[in-house]
């Protein structure tokens, strides 16, 4: 028999860390074609940390919890939803919520979780895959001999862009800020990371592509990056814009991208439609889990912390020397 409340992480107000704290809550009730979750990993993301400071609201209709990935067993479904029965292990892209015992997830974006994967290891997952099929390989229409640009390397979209890219036949550049965090990525397979701190990103792109520049940029730091991108593409080349790190508004001198027909896109990936991201998980189930099932692919794995340390959890995303995924854990009998 489930439980009629549960312990949730709430952000009692726009901040830092500390604003995180645990609560009780009605346990949720599945809609028409969701399913209900038991809860034994969620993954920390940087929209979480974006909701937390107030600067990205949950869109109309989702749950003002912070959490975008879970990973667990079903113990309900809503009407509609036939596909998964109770017991099965699975992983969820979610619209919010994923910080809690329980949480409500879109049959569409509901995985069966890998064999080969934990619960901690698989909540590290929808995020990142959904974001970077959608982007790099959609948006940016990477392809098998392209060049992609990484910046943020080792962030948990980074490590995961590195190896979707590199198993579907990409050569990859990143840029990470320490040393250390550079030879991960090289580790992973990037052809060449970067160190932004000692290095002009433009001109080792330059270099490494023998002036052809990077096919495909996935951003997750705006600012005077943008421009630099602008340099750093190869003619009919994309940049693909997914944070602002270093912020959103900035000049640009756009002449190059003109000259060269490059193409200056973005998106953000929770106000997409549950059809669009429906769309999504199926070419993912396709084309992207048979690497995880066969260990080909595997989320890199930061630090993991119990739910009721959600902070703690925070502080280290804020940190700038993590390197991979951080995912929250909830106690199971």
């Known amino acids: 028999m489930l439980p009629s409340t549960i312990t949730v992480i709430e952000a009692r107000e726009a901040g830092a860390p500390d604003v995180l704290q645990t609560a009780s809550r009605p346990m949720p009730e599945p809609g028409e074609g969701e399913v209900l979750i038991e809860v034994h990993a969620a993954g920390v993301n940087r929209p979480d940390v974006l909701q937390r400071k107030g600067l990205y609201p949950p869109p109309k209709g989702a749950s003002d919890l912070l959490?975008?990935?879970?990973?667990?067993?079903?113990?309900?479904?809503?009407?509609?939803?036939?596909?998964?029965?109770?017991?099965?292990?699975?992983?969820?892209?979610?619209?919010?919520?994923?910080?809690a015992e329980y949480a409500v997830a879109p049959e569409a974006t509901t995985l069966i979780k890998p064999k080969a994967l934990s619960f901690t290891e698989a909540a590290a997952l929808p995020e990142t895959v959904f974001t970077v099929w959608h982007n790099v390989f959609e948006r940016g229409g990477l392809k098998a001999g392209d060049w992609l640009l990484v910046h943020g390397g080792s962030s948990g979209i980074g490590t995961t862009a590195i190896q979707m890219a590199v198993l579907r036949g990409a050569k990859v550049i990143v840029t990470a800020g320490t040393d250390e965090k550079c030879h991960a990525c090289e580790e992973l397979g990037a052809t060449k990371a970067?160190?932004?701190?000692?290095?002009?990103?433009?001109?080792?792109?330059?270099?490494?592509?023998?002036?052809?520049?990077?096919?495909?940029?996935?951003?997750?730091?705006?600012?005077?990056?943008?421009?630099?991108?602008?340099?750093?593409?190869a003619t009919e080349g994309t940049i693909v814009q997914i944070a602002f790190l270093q912020g959103s508004k900035v000049e640009l001198d756009l002449m190059r991208l003109m000259m060269r027909r490059l193409t200056l896109t973005g998106s953000t990936l929770r106000a997409q439609s549950d059809k669009a991201k429906a769309v999504m998980a199926k070419t993912i189930e396709a084309e992207i889990w048979p690497l995880v099932e066969d260990g080909t692919l595997a989320p890199i794995m930061d630090s993991t912390f119990d739910l009721a340390d959600a902070a703690k959890a925070h502080e280290r995303i804020d940190n700038p020397h993590h390197i991979g995924k951080i995912v929250l854990t909830v106690e199971r009998g």
């Open 67 to 99: 959490g975008l990935e879970v990973a667990g067993r079903i113990v309900g479904t809503g009407q509609g939803a036939t596909r998964f029965k109770a017991g099965d292990e699975v992983c969820a892209l979610v619209n919010g919520g994923g910080y």
């Open 194 to 233: 970067i160190n932004y701190k000692t290095e002009d990103f433009v001109e080792v792109v330059k270099q490494v592509t023998e002036r052809h520049g990077a096919d495909v940029i996935l951003d997750m730091v705006g600012g005077d990056y943008v421009q630099k991108d602008i340099y750093a593409a």
